[in-house]
């Protein structure tokens, strides 16, 4: 096993940071840590770039997802049972939600859908300003599940949202639960848990994307939960990713705990843990997870066995953090990169089913989940940081492997497939009263507030159509598919469960 190189590390995070404060924009801070605490921090551009105020590795910025392994950690030491229904922990919650095991709604495989995509889906944009007791209530009327628990990996916020409506029956809030549990024995008071979008934060980087001509703020309106409401500095975060590494204090074990293997209901390993995913690098293997918000990157990436880790948090939209982590963890290792491949470009479907898949050079888009596709022994693999995919093209032009732990067969769609007669129309969606229609000329008003939005529709086989639309950074592919009996179902990779029915 090699030896930590710190000094490489450092160079190569130095020049990623440069990178930002020669553009004097927006940046971010990344800090090199080992068993014992912080070891080199860089920081580049800026923090509040109106006020060109500078990034530094104390500034205080939302982590996103990275959240989801202090709330994962909270539930352990709280003593939550990680098998028992999320029904026993929250009242009210539908019968197939009800009935999903803890571990299976924080390990993605529960099958519960997401409650921003799913707004999304109903045309609430995910800037719309939504409290905690109103998302609660969302959850209560979802319609089910996208299938069995364990069946498959899709990735969903809900189960964690529901793990901070359980703390309370126990006596405290999760905020306060989490700093009693956790924070405070580790010594991170400066770690926050501002639920609320508004609260104010002093010094909070400002989340920014650029629309091709100038940097705009991000913002994400809706109440922030477990899986991602948490706020502290680079700093801050490398000395939870040393806390973890040493197993010291309260989080005595926890990385074990949280990277630990999780198994599909078919025994099948999953590279997704509690808020940790495994990943490798060449013979190096690394445990971390990302959070992403419009206008926030941030990963933390670890090497238990070298006891090494790097943190990277920026408040710029452009960069992908697990790239920027693993070229610091490659200088710091000496291992090599993963190599990118490819896979013929165009739209693949499974026949008669929800999935589908679009290939653009090195990236993968699976149901609107896109990952970098790399080179395996036998076809290509994505890194398991939000969707696993292993994939190989078979001699008849049809894309084989396994996606999210489910087995695929993608074929290629042809360009000259007709919209099917059968979508057109106006439909409504029973749970909710959302309404869309479908015109012969093969557009569609998707539902919107206060306007629906208009999409030209990719028809696919089998009564299915492809719709696409951008709220600020962000892109959603939603899937219309009439099902037997003629109802429509409008989905993507986070959001199976809504039907409509013919107005």
Known sequence: MPHPDLVRAAEEATAIAASWSQEEGPGG???????EGPRAAMAGGYAVPE?????????????????????????????????APLGGLVPGLPEAIGAVPLGRALDMTGGVPDVMETLWLLGQHFTTGLPEGELLRFVQRLPGTAGPPGREMTYSNTGWRLVGSAFPA???????ALRRLLLEPLGLPLVAFPADEGVLVPGLATPCWHDGTAWRRGRYGLHFSPSGGLVGSATDLARWGAALLAGRGAASGLLDALSAPRLFADESPSSYGLGLMRVALGRVGLVGHGG??????????????????????ANREDLDPLTLAMRVMAAMTGEALPRAASLPAGLYAEEGDEAWVELDGTTLCFMGATEPLLAAEEGVRTRPAYLEAALRMGSDGVI???????????????????LDPGLIGTWRDACFGAMLEVTPDGMVRLPGSPLPDVSALRPLPNGRALADRRHGPWRQRPLLMLERG????????????LRFHRA
């Open 400 to 418: 084989e492997g396994r996606i999210g732990g489910v087995p695929r067969r993608l074929r290629p769609v042809p360009a000259d497939t007709p």
């Open 292 to 313: 992403s918000l419009p206008g926030i990157k941030t990963h933390l990436l670890m090497a238990p066995a070298l006891g090494c880790g790097v943190a990277v948090i």
């Open 51 to 83: 006020h060109r105020i500078p990034f530094s590795p104390e500034t205080p910025s939302r982590w996103a997802s990275i959240s989801k392994q202090f709330c994962a950690s909270a539930a352990l030491l709280a003593g939550f049972d990680f098998g």
């Open 170 to 176: 126990r006596g405290q809030t999760y905020g306060d």
């Open 486 to 497: 003629g109802t429509l179902r409008l989905l993507s990779h986070r959001s199976r469960v």
């Open 29 to 35: 801070a990344i800090v090199i840590f080992d068993t």
